[in-house]
């Protein structure tokens, strides 16, 4: 007897959908948005959004997958950035993904998402220690001083907004990525 395997097996039309929020995401995060004066290297873009839509529909690591492949054309541009961005994101969607998928229900969406923004803030907080010195040269000192007034607030507030997005958009996204037959659509 052949033992089943417990790892979900993804329909073809399910892939096209994550490489479609995957390239969302990728172009997404392009858009770099200052949000704090005092720190306008700190941009928002809305591709973390993406990647925690696609960890509540499809599971954290699928969320995952997408939080890492559409920041690897930022490698070539920004590779410390894209590197960090990666890390928060997957700190950030994982741990949200799954309380969410252990009971689907607001309650879980937040709870699991305060808990990811608590480990995405952390590891923002730990990555900029050690590439703040190697990116622009600063201290650790320098990056101790930004912790409370600048990467605090930053990092709440681009997750605050991921969240607020994730929370408004994910039930109707979610009925489209689960509907078997479109209109006009052959039967599978």
Not at 49 to 58: G, M, P
Not at 109 to 133: D, E, K
Not at 139 to 148: E, H, N, T
Not at 163 to 169: D, E, K, N, R
Request: proline share 7%.
């Amino acid at each position: 007897m052949v033992p089943q395997s417990s790892k979900r097996k993804f329909t073809t039309r399910e892939i096209v959908i994550v490489a479609i929020f995957t390239a969302i995401a990728a172009i997404l995060s392009f858009i770099e948005i200052p949000i704090m004066p005092a720190a306008p290297w700190l941009k928002y873009d809305p591709s973390g959004a993406v990647a925690l839509i696609c960890s509540f529909i499809f599971g954290p690591m699928t969320g995952g997958l997408v939080a890492v492949l559409s920041w690897i054309p930022r490698l070539l541009t920004n590779p410390v950035g894209a590197v960090m961005n990666i890390l928060a994101s997957l700190a950030f969607v994982i741990p949200a993904g799954l309380i969410y998928h252990k009971n689907k229900n607001m309650n879980s969406a937040v709870r699991g998402i305060a808990l990811g923004m608590l480990c995405s803030v952390i590891v923002s907080i730990v990555m900029n220690f050690i590439a703040t010195p190697l990116y622009f040269g600063g201290s650790p000192q320098d990056v101790l001083k930004m912790v409370i007034p600048i990467l605090i607030p930053f990092n709440l507030l681009k997750l605050a907004v991921h969240s607020g997005l994730t929370l408004l958009v994910y039930k109707p996204i979610s009925n489209i990525a689960h509907k078997r037959n479109f209109k006009g659509a052959e039967k599978q």
